[in-house]
């Protein structure tokens, strides 16, 4: 099982400009997450699903959107980057509440 | 607000010694806490996790305390080694809250932990 996969590893983008950040996990969790990691702090999350075509927004969910087509995949959408946008992304999935979330990689972003 | 603090950004420790990384948190639903390790350009990775209906937990080195009437966890981990050198992030979770948690965590800010050879 490769687990959670993010693509990709680093992007640097300019003010406006928009992307999508990956995220896949092969365990057939339902419920997965992103997170934001800025310089010496926790993470926070942004959104999160409960299972295909259910999402709901976290603690920092402006700037942001997500959707959930599939079990598998859980994308981010940042239509207008802003330099606040720069931070480093963890998506996650876990089977079920009170158990451990499974972490991809992340990819950092910088906005500039 | 911040509901789960780590108030020391780091900590050093020679090997062998015990490493002791401490967590407070505030939210009183939290019941669920778990302990995370991240090294450098990689994501975090599952420690160790405790519920709130025990008051200790170990896994080989690792051994997690929980005192829920002064909402304070510890990890302690003996002997520490030089791979234990990461960052450790403590999260908590409201599973009790069921249907309106689902699984969130709020996670601290962090300890650095350098542990010297």
């Avoid at chain 1, 693509?7 to 995220?23: A, N, V």
């Avoid at chain 1, 092969?26 to 934001?36: A, E, K, L, S």
């Avoid at chain 1, 999160?48 to 994308?75: C, L, Q």
């Avoid at chain 2, 390790?37 to 896994?59: C, H, Q, R, V, W």
Wanted: charged share 15%; hydrophobic share 30%.
């Amino acid at each position: 099982n490769a687990g959670v996969t993010q693509t990709p590893k680093f992007r640097i983008l300019k003010i406006g400009q928009s992307m999508t950040l990956q995220c896949t996990q092969d365990m057939n969790h339902n419920y997965m997450y992103w997170y934001r990691q800025d310089p010496g702090m926790g993470l926070k999350l942004i959104y999160y699903s409960v299972g295909a075509g259910i999402t709901d927004k976290g603690e920092v969910p402006n700037g942001y959107n997500v959707s959930r087509s599939t079990t598998e995949d859980f994308p981010l959408r940042l239509e207008l980057a802003a330099p606040s946008q720069t931070s480093v992304y963890f998506c996650a999935s876990t089977p079920s509440w009170g158990m451990e979330q499974y972490f991809g990689p992340g990819t950092r972003l910088t906005v500039t | 607000d911040q509901q789960v603090k780590q108030n020391s950004p780091s900590l050093s420790v020679q090997e062998g010694r015990i490493s002791i990384l401490n967590c407070d948190y505030t939210n009183s639903m939290f019941d669920y806490f778990l302990w995370y390790k991240k090294y450098p350009a990689e994501g975090p990775t599952f420690l160790i996790s405790i519920s709130s209906i025990k008051d200790k937990n170990e896994d080989g080195r690792f051994t997690v305390f929980l005192n829920k009437s002064a909402k304070h966890l510890s990890l302690h981990i003996v002997p520490s080694q030089p791979g234990d050198s990461a960052v450790y992030f403590c999260a908590a979770s409201a599973t009790r809250a069921g249907g309106t948690s689902y699984g969130k965590l709020t996670f601290g800010q962090g300890t650095i932990l350098t542990v010297h050879p």
